[in-house]
């Protein structure tokens, strides 16, 4: 099979913005909110620039305590910003990092030395694309679990009932995602595999293996996130 992968332009990238104008318009009409996406978007476009300048050093490197220091760095981040829909969420912040860290690394530790095998195996090329995925997806579902407890137990819910309300919310992107998968889409890993040309049966190995490790990483979290604020409110 034909190994090919589109050159995009930077300037290709303003068709984009039509979307996201209509986006915008809808969000600032209904939300009067004027700040939240615009410094979003501004700090994403930051971010994805640096970060490749960052990636061409990082991938050539040989050593694993530079690639140990970027996960750290990402496994903080991501503690933090799963925290920022909650009121007076600092108490938590170490409660989100320690699940997310434990959902996270279990999983990644397995994809890499269970999966794939890398050599070596704090390969940067491997590591920090897949945990990029696995920390991503376990933030996200800590965040939404954070946000429906509080909501659950702000309402009046005992714990276990807003627990058993904040895991399933928290579960419910992942599981649309199973149901659509191969379906309704074709998740990035696949779709990136298969625009550079990489055989659809093996761009699906990799599908499966991203989906296992999202649902084990995010579900792990949550449980962890969950138990932890259990034993505080015991």
Do not use: C
């Given at each position: 099979?034909?190994?090919?992968?589109?050159?995009?332009?930077?300037?290709?990238?303003?068709w984009?913005l039509i979307?996201?104008?209509?986006?915008?318009?809808?969000y600032?009409r209904?939300?009067d909110?004027r700040?939240t996406?615009?410094y979003?978007?501004?700090?994403?476009?930051?971010?994805?620039?640096?970060i490749?300048?960052v990636?061409?050093?990082?991938?050539?490197?040989?050593?694993?305590?530079?690639?140990?220091?970027?996960?750290?760095?990402?496994?903080?981040?991501?503690?933090?910003?799963?925290m920022?829909?909650?009121?007076?969420?600092a108490?938590?912040?170490l409660?989100a990092?320690?699940?997310?860290?434990?959902?996270?690394?279990?999983?990644?530790?397995?994809?890499?030395?269970?999966?794939?095998?890398?050599?070596?195996w704090?390969?940067?090329?491997?590591v920090?694309?897949l945990?990029?995925?696995?920390?991503?997806n376990?933030?996200?579902a800590?965040s939404?679990?954070?946000?429906?407890l509080?909501?659950?137990?702000?309402g009046?819910?005992?714990?276990?009932?807003?627990?058993?309300?904040a895991?399933?919310?928290?579960l419910?992107?992942?599981?649309?995602s199973?149901?659509?998968?191969?379906l309704?889409?074709?998740?990035g890993?696949?779709?990136?595999?298969i625009?550079?040309?990489?055989?659809p049966l093996i761009?699906?190995?990799y599908?499966?293996?991203?989906?296992?490790?999202i649902?084990?990483?995010?579900?792990?979290?949550v449980?962890?996130?969950?138990?932890l604020l259990?034993?505080?409110?015991?």
């Amino acid at each position: 099979m034909k190994h090919s992968l589109y050159h995009i332009a930077l300037t290709d990238l303003v068709w984009m913005l039509i979307p996201v104008g209509i986006v915008a318009f809808l969000y600032y009409r209904w939300t009067d909110d004027r700040t939240t996406l615009p410094y979003a978007l501004g700090r994403m476009l930051l971010q994805l620039l640096s970060i490749g300048y960052v990636l061409v050093y990082i991938f050539t490197t040989s050593s694993p305590w530079l690639v140990g220091g970027v996960l750290a760095v990402m496994l903080t981040a991501a503690g933090i910003i799963a925290m920022r829909p909650l009121p007076q969420a600092a108490k938590h912040y170490l409660y989100a990092i320690v699940a997310i860290v434990i959902g996270g690394v279990l999983t990644l530790g397995l994809v890499l030395f269970g999966v794939l095998n890398p050599s070596p195996w704090f390969d940067p090329k491997v590591v920090i694309p897949l945990a990029g995925m696995v920390f991503a997806n376990s933030m996200n579902a800590v965040s939404i679990a954070a946000e429906r407890l509080h909501s659950e137990r702000t309402g009046g819910a005992t714990f276990a009932q807003a627990r058993a309300t904040a895991y399933r919310a928290a579960l419910i992107p992942i599981i649309n995602s199973l149901f659509a998968v191969g379906l309704v889409s074709l998740p990035g890993m696949m779709t990136g595999q298969i625009l550079s040309g990489v055989d659809p049966l093996i761009a699906v190995r990799y599908q499966m293996m991203v989906m296992l490790m999202i649902l084990g990483s995010a579900g792990i979290s949550v449980g962890v996130y969950l138990s932890l604020l259990f034993k505080e409110e015991d």
